[in-house]
Protein backbone atom coordinates (compact mmCIF):
# COMPACT_ATOMS: atom_id res chain seq x y z
CA UNK A 1 0.00 0.00 0.00
CA UNK A 2 2.75 2.09 1.00
CA UNK A 3 6.08 2.22 -1.07
CA UNK A 4 8.93 4.21 0.13
CA UNK A 5 12.44 4.47 -2.00
CA UNK A 6 15.68 6.11 -1.22
CA UNK A 7 13.66 9.11 -0.18
CA UNK A 8 15.54 12.50 0.54
CA UNK A 9 13.50 16.26 0.65
CA UNK A 10 14.98 19.52 1.12
CA UNK A 11 12.27 22.37 1.13
CA UNK A 12 14.80 24.43 -1.06
CA UNK A 13 17.62 23.82 -3.15
CA UNK A 14 19.74 25.70 -0.97
CA UNK A 15 18.38 24.24 2.04
CA UNK A 16 19.90 21.32 3.81
CA UNK A 17 18.26 17.33 3.49
CA UNK A 18 15.31 17.38 6.17
CA UNK A 19 15.02 13.46 4.97
CA UNK A 20 17.92 11.67 3.99
CA UNK A 21 17.60 8.07 2.73
CA UNK A 22 13.96 7.09 3.84
CA UNK A 23 13.45 3.45 2.76
CA UNK A 24 10.49 1.81 4.24
CA UNK A 25 7.06 0.24 3.66
CA UNK A 26 3.33 -0.59 4.62
CA UNK A 27 1.36 -3.43 4.04
CA UNK A 28 -3.16 -3.71 3.68
CA UNK A 29 -3.81 -4.13 7.16
CA UNK A 30 -0.86 -2.95 8.83
CA UNK A 31 -0.69 -0.07 11.31
CA UNK A 32 2.49 1.32 11.81
CA UNK A 33 3.71 4.69 14.08
CA UNK A 34 6.25 7.26 13.83
CA UNK A 35 8.12 8.01 16.79
CA UNK A 36 10.68 10.49 17.24
CA UNK A 37 11.88 13.61 18.92
CA UNK A 38 10.38 17.29 17.72
CA UNK A 39 12.45 18.18 14.68
CA UNK A 40 12.81 14.23 13.57
CA UNK A 41 11.07 15.02 10.39
CA UNK A 42 7.85 12.83 11.45
CA UNK A 43 5.28 15.00 9.85
CA UNK A 44 7.63 16.68 7.13
CA UNK A 45 7.34 12.72 6.16
CA UNK A 46 3.93 11.99 6.31
CA UNK A 47 3.22 15.29 3.94
CA UNK A 48 5.16 13.23 1.34
CA UNK A 49 2.42 10.51 1.08
CA UNK A 50 -0.47 12.21 -0.16
CA UNK A 51 1.63 14.21 -2.58
CA UNK A 52 1.76 17.69 -0.90
CA UNK A 53 5.38 17.61 -0.80
CA UNK A 54 6.92 15.81 -3.64
CA UNK A 55 10.62 14.13 -3.13
CA UNK A 56 13.48 15.82 -4.04
CA UNK A 57 15.06 12.22 -4.76
CA UNK A 58 13.63 8.57 -4.43
CA UNK A 59 9.85 7.37 -5.00
CA UNK A 60 6.70 7.69 -2.98
CA UNK A 61 4.13 5.74 -3.99
CA UNK A 62 0.98 4.95 -2.44
CA UNK A 63 -1.88 2.74 -3.54
CA UNK A 64 -0.31 2.42 -6.67
CA UNK A 65 -0.12 6.11 -7.23
CA UNK A 66 3.43 7.92 -8.03
CA UNK A 67 3.09 10.97 -5.73
CA UNK A 68 5.79 13.14 -8.34
CA UNK A 69 3.49 12.60 -11.01
CA UNK A 70 -0.20 12.54 -9.50
CA UNK A 71 -2.62 14.96 -8.73
CA UNK A 72 -3.04 15.95 -5.01
CA UNK A 73 -6.71 15.88 -5.53
CA UNK A 74 -6.66 11.93 -7.12
CA UNK A 75 -4.52 10.70 -4.27
CA UNK A 76 -7.10 11.74 -2.22
CA UNK A 77 -9.42 9.12 -3.21
CA UNK A 78 -7.27 6.59 -1.62
CA UNK A 79 -5.83 8.54 0.98
CA UNK A 80 -7.19 10.33 4.32
CA UNK A 81 -4.67 12.55 5.78
CA UNK A 82 -5.19 14.61 9.25
CA UNK A 83 -3.27 17.02 9.97
CA UNK A 84 -1.69 17.66 13.52
CA UNK A 85 -3.29 21.21 13.85
CA UNK A 86 -7.11 20.46 13.09
CA UNK A 87 -7.11 24.39 12.09
CA UNK A 88 -4.90 23.63 9.12
CA UNK A 89 -7.46 21.24 7.83
CA UNK A 90 -11.17 23.10 8.89
CA UNK A 91 -12.90 25.70 6.85
CA UNK A 92 -16.16 24.93 6.36
CA UNK A 93 -19.25 26.67 8.33
CA UNK A 94 -20.75 23.71 10.00
CA UNK A 95 -19.43 20.48 11.26
CA UNK A 96 -22.07 18.87 8.99
CA UNK A 97 -20.26 20.33 6.17
CA UNK A 98 -16.78 19.72 7.02
CA UNK A 99 -17.49 16.01 7.11
CA UNK A 100 -19.17 15.77 4.14
CA UNK A 101 -16.39 18.25 1.88
CA UNK A 102 -14.60 15.33 1.51
CA UNK A 103 -16.95 13.19 0.01
CA UNK A 104 -18.10 15.86 -1.96
CA UNK A 105 -15.19 16.99 -3.58
CA UNK A 106 -13.96 13.21 -4.69
CA UNK A 107 -17.77 12.90 -6.18
CA UNK A 108 -20.10 10.98 -4.03
CA UNK A 109 -23.88 11.59 -4.41
CA UNK A 110 -25.59 13.07 -2.24
CA UNK A 111 -27.36 10.22 -0.21
CA UNK A 112 -23.83 8.52 -0.06
CA UNK A 113 -22.45 11.23 2.18
CA UNK A 114 -25.67 12.30 3.94
CA UNK A 115 -25.77 8.51 5.36
CA UNK A 116 -22.02 8.73 5.49
CA UNK A 117 -21.61 11.72 7.50
CA UNK A 118 -24.65 10.86 10.03
CA UNK A 119 -22.21 7.56 10.97
CA UNK A 120 -19.24 8.91 11.15
CA UNK A 121 -20.50 11.73 13.37
CA UNK A 122 -22.35 9.27 15.63
CA UNK A 123 -19.09 7.67 15.70
CA UNK A 124 -16.86 10.26 17.20
CA UNK A 125 -19.65 11.50 19.58
CA UNK A 126 -20.64 14.75 17.26
CA UNK A 127 -24.25 14.35 16.24
CA UNK A 128 -25.18 16.85 18.76
CA UNK A 129 -23.10 19.56 16.83
CA UNK A 130 -23.67 19.01 13.33
CA UNK A 131 -25.14 22.98 12.40
CA UNK A 132 -22.72 24.17 15.02
CA UNK A 133 -19.45 25.98 13.55
CA UNK A 134 -16.19 23.88 13.85
CA UNK A 135 -14.36 26.91 14.99
CA UNK A 136 -16.71 27.74 18.14
CA UNK A 137 -15.79 24.40 19.33
CA UNK A 138 -12.90 23.02 21.81
CA UNK A 139 -9.56 22.01 20.16
CA UNK A 140 -10.25 18.44 20.71
CA UNK A 141 -13.98 18.40 19.04
CA UNK A 142 -12.49 20.28 15.92
CA UNK A 143 -9.89 17.40 16.02
CA UNK A 144 -12.70 14.76 16.02
CA UNK A 145 -14.10 17.30 13.31
CA UNK A 146 -11.68 16.62 10.92
CA UNK A 147 -10.83 12.92 12.07
CA UNK A 148 -14.44 12.42 11.07
CA UNK A 149 -13.86 13.98 7.64
CA UNK A 150 -11.05 11.45 6.90
CA UNK A 151 -12.45 8.58 7.76
CA UNK A 152 -15.95 9.28 5.92
CA UNK A 153 -14.55 8.50 2.61
CA UNK A 154 -13.18 4.91 4.12
CA UNK A 155 -9.77 5.33 2.72
CA UNK A 156 -7.82 2.55 1.65
CA UNK A 157 -4.66 4.46 3.48
CA UNK A 158 -5.12 6.56 6.70
CA UNK A 159 -2.13 9.04 6.91
CA UNK A 160 -2.99 10.24 11.03
CA UNK A 161 -0.50 13.07 12.47
CA UNK A 162 -1.22 12.88 16.30
CA UNK A 163 -4.95 11.55 15.99
CA UNK A 164 -5.36 12.18 19.83
CA UNK A 165 -4.41 16.00 19.89
CA UNK A 166 -6.39 17.69 22.72
CA UNK A 167 -8.55 14.14 23.29
CA UNK A 168 -8.57 12.72 26.98
CA UNK A 169 -7.99 9.40 28.03
CA UNK A 170 -11.62 8.52 27.29
CA UNK A 171 -11.73 9.85 23.88
CA UNK A 172 -8.02 8.79 23.00
CA UNK A 173 -9.27 5.21 23.79
CA UNK A 174 -12.12 5.52 21.47
CA UNK A 175 -10.76 7.28 18.95
CA UNK A 176 -7.83 4.93 18.63
CA UNK A 177 -10.75 1.66 18.42
CA UNK A 178 -12.33 3.22 15.98
CA UNK A 179 -8.90 3.15 13.67
CA UNK A 180 -8.21 0.56 14.96
CA UNK A 181 -11.41 -1.50 13.74
CA UNK A 182 -10.37 0.21 10.32
CA UNK A 183 -7.41 -1.13 10.16
CA UNK A 184 -8.79 -4.42 10.71
CA UNK A 185 -10.98 -3.71 8.06
CA UNK A 186 -7.73 -3.75 5.36
CA UNK A 187 -6.93 -0.40 5.54
CA UNK A 188 -3.49 0.16 6.32
CA UNK A 189 -1.97 2.97 8.90
CA UNK A 190 0.64 5.06 9.60
CA UNK A 191 0.50 7.49 12.01
CA UNK A 192 2.68 9.87 13.84
CA UNK A 193 2.44 9.70 18.05
CA UNK A 194 4.31 11.06 21.07
CA UNK A 195 1.64 9.11 23.72
CA UNK A 196 3.98 5.95 23.61
CA UNK A 197 1.43 3.87 25.76
CA UNK A 198 -0.94 4.86 22.27
CA UNK A 199 1.78 3.32 20.37
CA UNK A 200 2.62 0.34 21.96
CA UNK A 201 -1.27 -0.69 22.31
CA UNK A 202 -1.95 -0.30 19.27
CA UNK A 203 0.79 -0.12 16.62
CA UNK A 204 2.28 -3.09 15.07
CA UNK A 205 5.33 -1.79 13.80
CA UNK A 206 7.52 1.01 14.88
CA UNK A 207 9.28 3.19 12.59
CA UNK A 208 11.89 5.61 15.20
CA UNK A 209 13.31 8.25 13.01
CA UNK A 210 16.31 10.93 14.72
CA UNK A 211 17.62 13.77 12.19
CA UNK A 212 15.49 12.75 9.17
CA UNK A 213 16.43 9.30 9.07
CA UNK A 214 15.21 5.89 10.21
CA UNK A 215 17.16 4.73 12.62
CA UNK A 216 15.24 1.40 13.55
CA UNK A 217 12.29 -0.37 12.14
CA UNK A 218 11.11 -3.57 13.75
CA UNK A 219 7.84 -4.79 16.41
CA UNK A 220 6.38 -2.40 18.48
CA UNK A 221 7.17 -4.49 21.36
CA UNK A 222 11.29 -4.81 20.11
CA UNK A 223 11.52 -1.03 19.17
CA UNK A 224 10.20 0.05 22.29
CA UNK A 225 11.78 -2.33 24.89
CA UNK A 226 15.56 -0.50 23.29
CA UNK A 227 15.89 2.21 25.57
CA UNK A 228 19.43 3.18 24.42
CA UNK A 229 17.95 3.77 20.49
CA UNK A 230 14.76 5.59 22.56
CA UNK A 231 16.66 7.95 24.56
CA UNK A 232 18.99 8.81 21.98
CA UNK A 233 15.85 10.84 20.43
CA UNK A 234 14.74 12.09 23.62
CA UNK A 235 12.08 9.11 24.39
CA UNK A 236 11.53 6.67 26.95
CA UNK A 237 9.96 3.03 26.48
CA UNK A 238 6.10 2.60 27.84
CA UNK A 239 5.81 2.37 31.27
CA UNK A 240 4.66 -1.19 31.56
CA UNK A 241 7.59 -1.61 29.33
CA UNK A 242 9.56 -0.03 31.91
CA UNK A 243 8.39 -2.03 35.13
CA UNK A 244 9.37 -5.12 32.83
CA UNK A 245 12.69 -4.13 31.91
CA UNK A 246 13.52 -3.16 35.52
CA UNK A 247 12.32 -6.61 36.90
CA UNK A 248 15.15 -7.73 34.37
CA UNK A 249 17.75 -5.46 36.24
CA UNK A 250 17.04 -2.32 33.14
CA UNK A 251 18.94 -4.87 30.40
CA UNK A 252 17.05 -3.55 27.51
CA UNK A 253 17.93 -6.66 25.45
CA UNK A 254 19.41 -10.00 26.58
CA UNK A 255 19.77 -13.53 23.90
CA UNK A 256 16.63 -15.54 25.55
CA UNK A 257 14.76 -12.30 26.90
CA UNK A 258 14.32 -14.23 30.20
CA UNK A 259 13.55 -12.48 33.90
CA UNK A 260 15.66 -13.80 36.69
CA UNK A 261 18.66 -13.68 38.92
CA UNK A 262 19.10 -10.45 40.54
CA UNK A 263 17.50 -8.01 39.10
CA UNK A 264 14.33 -10.11 38.45
CA UNK A 265 11.43 -11.32 40.99
CA UNK A 266 13.69 -12.64 43.55
CA UNK A 267 16.08 -9.93 43.20
CA UNK A 268 16.37 -6.11 44.94
CA UNK A 269 16.16 -4.66 41.19
CA UNK A 270 14.50 -1.89 40.95
CA UNK A 271 11.45 -3.21 40.26
CA UNK A 272 11.43 -5.90 42.32
CA UNK A 273 7.59 -6.42 43.78
CA UNK A 274 6.14 -4.28 41.24
CA UNK A 275 4.86 -6.99 38.95
CA UNK A 276 3.72 -9.42 42.01
CA UNK A 277 1.60 -6.02 43.22
CA UNK A 278 0.59 -5.75 39.23
CA UNK A 279 -0.34 -9.00 38.51
CA UNK A 280 -0.22 -11.45 41.70
CA UNK A 281 0.91 -15.05 42.46
CA UNK A 282 3.98 -16.52 42.13
CA UNK A 283 6.96 -15.16 39.76
CA UNK A 284 9.69 -17.29 40.96
CA UNK A 285 10.70 -18.75 37.83
CA UNK A 286 11.88 -17.10 34.47
CA UNK A 287 9.41 -15.29 32.28
CA UNK A 288 10.10 -12.92 28.70
CA UNK A 289 9.31 -9.75 28.54
CA UNK A 290 6.54 -10.17 26.43
CA UNK A 291 4.92 -12.09 28.93
CA UNK A 292 5.49 -9.89 31.51
CA UNK A 293 4.27 -7.04 29.43
CA UNK A 294 0.83 -8.58 28.50
CA UNK A 295 0.28 -9.89 32.31
CA UNK A 296 0.83 -6.15 33.32
CA UNK A 297 -2.06 -5.17 30.53
CA UNK A 298 -4.05 -7.74 31.83
CA UNK A 299 -4.15 -6.67 35.07
CA UNK A 300 -4.32 -2.71 34.11
CA UNK A 301 -7.36 -3.24 32.28
CA UNK A 302 -8.75 -5.74 35.36
CA UNK A 303 -8.23 -2.94 37.46
CA UNK A 304 -9.36 -0.24 35.53
CA UNK A 305 -12.82 -2.03 35.04
CA UNK A 306 -13.01 -2.25 38.44
CA UNK A 307 -12.51 1.38 39.00
CA UNK A 308 -9.06 0.92 41.32
CA UNK A 309 -6.76 1.46 38.78
CA UNK A 310 -3.14 0.09 39.21
Request: hydrophobic share 40%; charged share 25%; aromatic share 4%.
Amino acid sequence: MIEVENLEFAYSPKEAMVLNGISFHVDKGEMVAVIGQNGAGKSTLLRQLNGLSKPTKGRVTVAGLDTRDTLVSAMAKHIGYLFQNPDHQIFCRTVEDEIGFGMKNIGMDADTIKERTEQTASLLGLMGKMDAHPFNLSRGERQRVALAGVLAIEPDVLVLDEPTTGQDYKECIEIMEIVKDINRKGAAVLMVSHDMEVVLDYAQRVLLMLDGRIIDDGRARDVLRRRDALESTGLRPPQIIDVALNLRGGDDGGDDGCVGGSGGFNGAGPGQGVFSKACGGDFSEAYDVDTMVEAIKWKKTSLNEDGRGL
